[in-house]
């Protein structure tokens, strides 16, 4: 019996061998790593007697998991295994699905921290226009003193609030359940949050109750000139009504890590408007998010190997 990680960097080969060092697996469960991502049609010989498979961000619908009966568990390689595998499928055939949460946060919320920057103070639009030959330095707004509102105080906004508050900003936070004690004092409810905020940085969940959280009539809360930052999901925004906002001067700028159809269509409006900044789902990317991931992972996997059996 083995263990198949299914769509593997170079990075996270390096990583794995780090962990693999210092957290050692049964002798009985072997780790087949493929690099790179695999075409839908291999992936069955790929997976082949595997019990646990890693996947990072490979389709596992219905039919590729019927193509694997030898699978137990799935460890997906972060936390929003939904949009990658069937997991009414799996289910059905009682295959566990496991996900790493928390991994990434420091991580997510400093690129939320870096987009807010260089939104404020106009890094990217800057930067286009000095490669095109035009010297226009802009005006910018200073962050000290001004209001950040976090909609979401999982571990990501939690983070974000500590370096906001220690860069002299005013933070609130709304959250769909109670604050934890040391986040109470900055409770807000949600469309005061929207009015008061100058900075709007979203970190929920992407649900069916959470799709379009931000539509037209939340936009036209939020001051004259407020900057949306979304490194969480794409779909939470409603991104006609985003650009019509940013369009017509209501909001001064939008920095967005995530899109409601990724990689980012080539048609996108997004990219023909100048007071966006964006990047290509990457906050979670550096090394150490990266590591944190991959031991989580391990372990889980350690588990799975103990519950089924060497």
């Not at 009966?69 to 949009?83: D, E, M, N, W, Y």
């Not at 000095?130 to 509102?149: C, D, F, K, Q, V």
């Not at 986040?183 to 900075?199: E, F, I, K, S, T």
Request: aromatic content about 4%; overall charge negative; hydrophobic content about 50%.
């Amino acid at each position: 019996m083995s263990i198949c990680y299914i769509d593997c960097s170079p990075l996270m080969r390096e990583l794995l061998d780090e962990a693999l060092a210092e957290q050692a697996l049964p002798a009985a469960w072997p780790i087949r790593v493929n690099l790179g991502d695999p075409a839908p049609d291999a992936i069955p010989a790929l997976v082949g007697d595997a019990r646990i498979l890693l996947n990072g961000h490979t389709d596992f619908g219905d039919d590729l998991i019927a193509a694997c009966p030898k699978l137990r568990s799935i460890v997906f390689l972060g936390t929003g295994a939904s949009s990658y595998i069937d997991l009414a499928a799996a289910a059905r055939r009682d295959i566990d699905v496991r996900t790493v949460k928390g991994y990434g946060d420091r991580s997510i919320a400093e690129h939320a921290f870096a987009l807010m920057l260089a939104a404020a103070r106009g890094v990217a639009t800057m930067d286009r226009a000095l490669r095109a030959g035009i010297w226009s330095p802009l005006e910018g707004m200073e962050l000290a003193g001004r209001t950040l509102g976090i909609v979401g105080a999982g571990g990501i906004g939690t983070e974000l609030a500590r370096m906001a508050d220690a860069f002299g900003m005013n933070v609130l936070i709304w959250n769909r359940s109670a604050l934890p004690p040391h986040l109470a004092p900055h409770g807000c409810g949600l469309d005061d949050l929207l009015q008061r905020a100058d900075v709007l940085s979203l970190h929920l969940a992407l649900t069916a109750g959470t799709r379009h959280f931000i539509g037209a009539a939340e936009l036209a809360r939020l001051k004259r000139g407020a900057i949306l930052v979304n490194t969480a999901r794409g779909g939470l925004v409603d991104e006609a009504a985003l650009v019509a906002a940013i369009t017509e001067g209501r909001l001064a700028h939008a920095a967005l890590d995530v899109f409601e159809t990724e990689p980012l269509p080539a048609a996108s409006p997004l990219l023909a408007v100048p007071n966006v900044t964006l990047t290509p789902h990457a906050a979670f990317k550096t090394r150490a998010a990266s590591a944190r991931l991959v031991r989580v992972a391990l372990e889980h996997v350690r588990q799975d190997c103990l519950a089924i059996g060497a």
